[in-house]
């Protein structure tokens, strides 16, 4: 399963349930853009310290990491392929914050063409 930092955050509980039920064929992975994109780019609570990593392996996760550097894809595959869940990669995916002119849009629909372009540049 691939979901966001935000949607993480506000789900908790199911961390809690998957933690207590264990399924040995689970894993999710987050995208931490450390932001809140469904609702206006507000910033997420992983920017002000909250630990996704750290939550699951309180949950009574099987596994739980922080992917920061493409040498550890290697582990994260193999730890998929060993079917012992449930696993909880975070990846960090920080983009820039939109400029105020484009607040009321969404993060993939900017109003202002510098914005757009900044958004383009960010997202290889």
Do not use: W
């Amino acid at each position: 399963m691939i979901t966001g930092d935000g949607e993480a955050l506000m789900g908790m509980g199911s961390l809690a349930t998957i933690g207590v039920k264990r399924p040995e064929n689970l894993a999710i992975v987050v995208l931490d853009n450390g932001h809140y994109g469904e609702t206006g780019m507000q910033a997420s609570h992983t920017t002000g310290g909250v630990d996704l990593v750290a939550v699951a392996k309180a949950c009574g996760f099987q596994d739980a990491l922080t992917l920061t550097e493409t040498n550890d894809i290697a582990h994260v595959r193999h730890l998929l392929h060993k079917g012992k869940g449930p696993l909880l990669v975070s990846a960090a995916s920080r983009m820039p914050t939109p400029r105020a002119c484009c607040r009321p849009a969404t993060a993939t629909r900017s109003s202002c063409a510098s914005c757009r372009r900044r958004m383009r540049k960010a997202i290889p």
